[in-house]
């Protein structure tokens, strides 16, 4: 499938505030867990030692897709993810199941309620607040990164077996406009 590109920056900031506020009110009772709503889920790997890493994949995150779009790995494998944001906006690459993916959603929407998520940049001043009123404000999940534009991490992952995994952003609106792809288990 060929994800559609944003028509201008705008269209797509414009679309994610609409999702956001409109899903505000749903989303603003959720609460956060360690883990990202990871922490009761099924097995989705666990960090991998850098020394077992067998291959590096690069991904790229753009304003409402990934290149490549979905990733095919082996059970057990540890792999090195390299990231980079060539996007204008905030975004996040996230291993989990789809499952884990919604239950996030609404710890990304507190994010974006205190200030710490704005389109184009990580307040961390509002994220140290959030920490210091709520005991959370930021990422900090082997299996996550959160990158403003044109920033990049890594990742290095251990991969579980007979999993059903995604990458996503789960920054309010983008999952919704496409950002998120199949991460694809093989014997």
């Known amino acids: 499938m060929t994800r559609s590109k944003p028509k201008s ?19 603003a009772a959720g609460k956060h867990g360690k883990g990202h709503g990871h922490a009761a889920a099924a097995d989705i790997g ?4 850098p020394e077992a890493v067998t291959r590096t994949i690069e991904v790229t995150m753009f304003d409402n897709y990934y290149e490549p779009e979905n990733l095919t790995v082996k059970e057990g494998e ?21 499952e884990m993916h919604l239950a996030h959603a609404p710890e990304m929407e507190m994010m ?6 704005e389109p184009d940049r990580i307040n961390w001043d509002a994220a ?4 210091a009123t709520m005991g959370h404000g930021m990422h900090d ?7 403003e534009p044109g920033k990049s991490g890594e990742i290095v992952w251990r991969m579980p077996k007979h999993a059903t995994l995604q990458f996503a952003c789960n920054v309010p609106g983008h999952y919704g406009a496409g950002m998120h792809g199949d991460l694809s288990l093989t014997h």
């Open 9 to 27: 920056s705008t269209t797509l900031a414009i679309a994610i505030l609409a999702t956001s506020l409109l899903a505000a009110p749903a989303l």
């Open 46 to 49: 666990a960090p991998g030692k």
């Open 78 to 98: 540890t792999v090195r993810f390299i990231v980079r944001n060539k996007g204008e906006f905030v975004h996040e690459f996230n291993i989990a199941t789809p």
């Open 112 to 117: 974006v309620e205190h200030g710490v998520l």
């Open 128 to 131: 140290k607040k959030m920490q």
């Open 141 to 147: 999940e082997a299996n996550s990164l959160l990158l």
